[in-house]
């Protein structure tokens, strides 16, 4: 009767703790006991690209094999599925299982790739003229008339860079050179700005469709915020308030004041409350987690589609992270006043906004100029005993867009007596 043995799992391993499979391509090897195997990993151990990174290297008496777990000689098996190898201990009858990782060794001849890469430093001869001699000696009428009809189009773009150069010289003795800088500056400040903002249709004959709700809030979105804008409706007063004195969603809170009693205008106004309340939390966050807005009701979906919108990947301890970058936080406030124009009747409180989203008054008057919004200012004078006068500035979107001329501050230098 064969005797009976148990399987031991030696639980988590490591990168470095899995077993090495290898398969040689040539076919088997006879003489495996006189083979010197090594094995190589990558220095860079904070790359999470990198740090796993290993080759096999083993020589015989006659050749010399190497195998990769990454390139294109590498086995694509490792990333679809897992394998596993036993280890039998006869004394005890115990077989450990361990992780193993697969590779395939190829015969490398030595001094082969030393040859090939000397032969580029020995003479200045670049490819693109290499294949040029091919084609013209060996080429088809085909390739030599293409080979033709490239060189031609060489000299023609050689011919237009010095018209191009010609005519640049003519402006700029035509124009002046400090003007065509302040052209030069006030296009780069325009554009970008226009990079952070919603998509816009200055030419819409109606002052909702200049930016569309669907390019802010997406119809999916919308439709997957149904709980979340349940929830919101559904705050009592006390919790309005809670939220107004923690600061942070003051739009928030006068919005849900103000909700529709009924109906479907009910449902879209709390389903924004909630989308601005999370674009609100996120322009003040500097490091955002896998874990933000879930706590709050916020759908995956959703959630996967600010990071991606509003937020930079970067790499810190091997880790992906996500930021919240200036130009981001730019962006986040151009999208929550366009939404609140949509929540209020094309109208938006930028004192409100600027504090919630943690930015300065002159800057969210930035942004609302770049988006060619109109700026209402508070009327002066003195307000009537017992009443309380709005100082709040707002912004509201009329057609056809205003166009605000850049302002250059410029500093007078001081006389040196």
Partial sequence: MAASCSLVCCGEENESD???????SNGSVTSGGRLDVAMYKN????????????????EADKLCYVGTNFGEGSMKCNNVCKYYVGVLNRATMQMEV???????LQPVIPGEASEELKAPQDTTVTYRDKVDSLIEAFGTNKQKKALSSRRLNQVGGDTLHQAVAQ???TVINDKGLEALQQEVADNEVQGEMAVHLPPCNPAADNPENV????DILSPMAFEALDEAGSKMASLTREEIQKMRDSGGSLCVAKHLENLPSLGEARKRASRCAFYL??????????NVYHKFGLEEGCPRSVQSKLLQTFTVETFNNGRVQNIVSSSMRAKLAAYSLALLLHMNCMVGDLTLLHRDLGITEARMIEIAKSMGLTLIRPAR????????????RYASLVLPLVKYEAFMEQRKRKKMH
């Fill in 381 to 392: 004078g003195k307000a009537n005993t017992g009443e309380l006068r709005d100082t709040n």
């Fill in 211 to 214: 930016y569309l709700f669907d």
């Fill in 277 to 286: 309340s999370m674009l609100l939390k996120l322009a003040r966050q500097k």
């Fill in 43 to 58: 220095q860079d151990e904070r790359n999470p690209r990198k740090k796993t990174r290993r080759i096999v290297a083993a």
């Fill in 167 to 169: 005519a640049a010289h």
């Fill in 18 to 24: 899995k077993a090495v499979i290898v398969r040689f």
């Fill in 98 to 104: 361990h992780e193993a990782q697969l590779y395939n």
